[in-house]
C-alpha cells in the first residue's frame, strides 16, 4: 500500500495536463492546490513535499539515500514516459526541484527531510515565472 502511495504522490505533479485539455499545468496545480483556490501556496507545496518524502523514506530514517532517491526518479520517469504535454520543457522547472542535486543541500550524498522541506521556497521561486508568490497555470505554458 504504501508503495502505491509512494508512486501516486510522486507522479501527480508530474503530469502536465489534466481535465483541462491545452492547459500546461493544469494537473500540476490540481495535485497541489490542497484548498482547490487555483493556486499553490508555499505552506501547500511544503504539506506535499512532506507527503512525496515520507513515501519514498522506505526505512523511516527520515533521510532519503541514493537507492530510496533513485525509486523516486523511477517513479517520475515512468509517469513522464509518453506524454506529450511535457514536450517543450513545460515542466521542467517543476522536475528540477525534485531531483536529488536541487534536494541535498550540503552535498553528502543524502537527503534529509529537513532539506527536501527547506528547498520548497527556492522551488516555488524557480515555477513562478511571474513573481507573485504562489503557482497557478500562468506559470507554465509559452510566455506571452
Not at 495535485?31 to 515520507?54: C, H, I, K, P
Not at 527520515?62 to 511535457?86: C, I, Q, S
Request: hydrophobic share 40%.
Amino acid at each position: 500500500m504504501r508503495n502505491l502511495l509512494a508512486i501516486l504522490l510522486a507522479c501527480a505533479p508530474f503530469a502536465a495536463l489534466a481535465g483541462e485539455r491545452g492547459v500546461p499545468g493544469a494537473h500540476f496545480v490540481e495535485n497541489w492546490d490542497l484548498d482547490g483556490d487555483g493556486q499553490v501556496t508555499a505552506a501547500e507545496m511544503t504539506e506535499r513535499r512532506s507527503d512525496v518524502f515520507y513515501s519514498f523514506d522506505s526505512d523511516e530514517d527520515g533521510v532519503l539515500t541514493a537507492a530510496e532517491y533513485a525509486d523516486f526518479d523511477a517513479a517520475r520517469k515512468a509517469d513522464m514516459e509518453g506524454k506529450a504535454e511535457h514536450a517543450g520543457g513545460r515542466m521542467n522547472r517543476v522536475q528540477a526541484g525534485m531531483q536529488m542535486e536541487f534536494n541535498d543541500v550540503d552535498g553528502d550524498g543524502v537527503v534529509t527531510r529537513e532539506e527536501f522541506l527547506g528547498q520548497v521556497d527556492a522551488w516555488l521561486a524557480s515555477i513562478d515565472r511571474n513573481g507573485d508568490g504562489v503557482i497557478t497555470t500562468a506559470d507554465f505554458g509559452p510566455r506571452g
